[in-house]
């Protein structure tokens, strides 16, 4: 589980932070069962309402603009739904150009450092490495 305080945010914000986590899932028009995974992860992390939900997941099939992703993200929640977002790009193991640019115009929206997504990029594929290696040592418990 990841460490943040997404759950402590305003409703508002979580609904926005879930918009642009659907927004990223067809970012490259495909939808792999890991960011899948991932999504769904995340949305329950947002502890949004039922109805909410709903809307959510409509919004995987006919995701809104990302101006309309953008415009209710606080300080935050911007930030959260970019570390979630860099994650999902990753999720199927590569980050395409057209993921790459919306990341970089989240940064800028959210007036982040230059290397903000590179950062993120980083810490992501460092993240994935360290859960490979778990499994690794999982399979090799046995006696």
Not at 78 to 89: I, P, Q, V, W, Y
Not at 105 to 130: C, F, P, R, S
């Amino acid at each position: 589980m990841l460490p943040d305080t997404l759950h402590k945010l305003p409703q508002e914000e979580r609904f926005a932070y879930a918009k642009l986590l659907a927004y990223m899932t067809r970012v490259d028009n495909e939808l792999s069962i890991d960011e899948m995974a991932m999504f769904e992860q995340r949305l329950g992390t947002a502890l949004l309402s039922p109805k909410q939900r709903d809307k959510i997941r409509k919004a995987l099939k006919s995701p809104p603009s990302l101006e309309e992703c953008l415009a209710g993200l606080g300080e935050e929640a911007g930030k959260l739904a970019l570390r979630d977002a860099t994650l999902m790009a990753a999720a199927d193991g590569t980050v395409d150009e057209d993921e790459l640019e919306a990341l970089e115009t989240i940064a800028d929206h959210l007036n982040l450092a230059e290397d903000a997504v590179e950062k993120l990029l980083a810490w992501t594929k460092e993240g994935y490495h360290w859960m490979s290696s778990g499994y690794d040592l999982m399979n090799n418990l046995s006696r």
